[in-house]
Nanobody, 124 residues
Framework: QVQLVESGGGLVQPGGSLTLSCTASPSINSVNAIAWFRQAPGKERELVAVITKGGLYNKADAVVGRVHISRDATKNTVDLQMRRLEVEDTAVYYC??????????????????WGRGTQVTVSS
C-alpha cells in the first residue's frame, strides 16, 4: 500500500511558475513510476509527466519545455516544476503511482495509487 500526498498548488498569474510536490509513503522506491496527472473542469484526467524508479521521465506534448519532473529518494518526493503557466494549465493536479509497469510501459503509467489532488489556478 502506497500513500501519496500532494502539496504546492495555488493561484498564479499567467506566465508565472509553481512547484508541486508529491510525498510518497513508505517510499517512492516501493513503486516503479510516479506521475503527475491533471483534470480540468469538464475534461478527462490526463498525464502531465512521469518519472520512473530509474530516473527516466516522459512529459506530455502540451507541457514540453515548461515543466520539469524530478525525484528525491531521500525525501520520498516527486516534484513537478512548472513555468510559463497558461490559463489552460488550470486543473486539479494528482499524483499517481504505478507499481506494476516495466520499462517503457512506465511512460504511460496505470496508477493504482492516487493522492487527493491539489488545485492549480492560472488567472490574472
Amino acid at each position: 500500500q502506497v500513500q501519496l500526498v500532494e502539496s504546492g498548488g495555488g493561484l498564479v498569474q499567467p506566465g508565472g511558475s509553481l512547484t508541486l510536490s508529491c510525498t510518497a509513503s513508505p517510499s517512492i522506491n516501493s513503486v516503479n513510476a510516479i506521475a503527475w496527472f491533471r483534470q480540468a473542469p469538464g475534461k478527462e484526467r490526463e498525464l502531465v509527466a512521469v518519472i520512473t524508479k530509474g530516473g527516466l521521465y516522459n512529459k506530455a506534448d502540451a507541457v514540453v519545455g515548461r515543466v520539469h519532473i524530478s525525484r528525491d529518494a531521500t525525501k520520498n518526493t516527486v516534484d513537478l516544476q512548472m513555468r510559463r503557466l497558461e490559463v489552460e494549465d488550470t486543473a486539479v493536479y494528482y499524483c499517481g503511482a504505478d507499481d506494476e509497469c516495466q520499462g517503457y510501459a512506465c511512460y504511460n503509467p496505470r496508477a493504482r495509487y492516487w493522492g487527493r489532488g491539489t488545485q492549480v489556478t492560472v488567472s490574472s
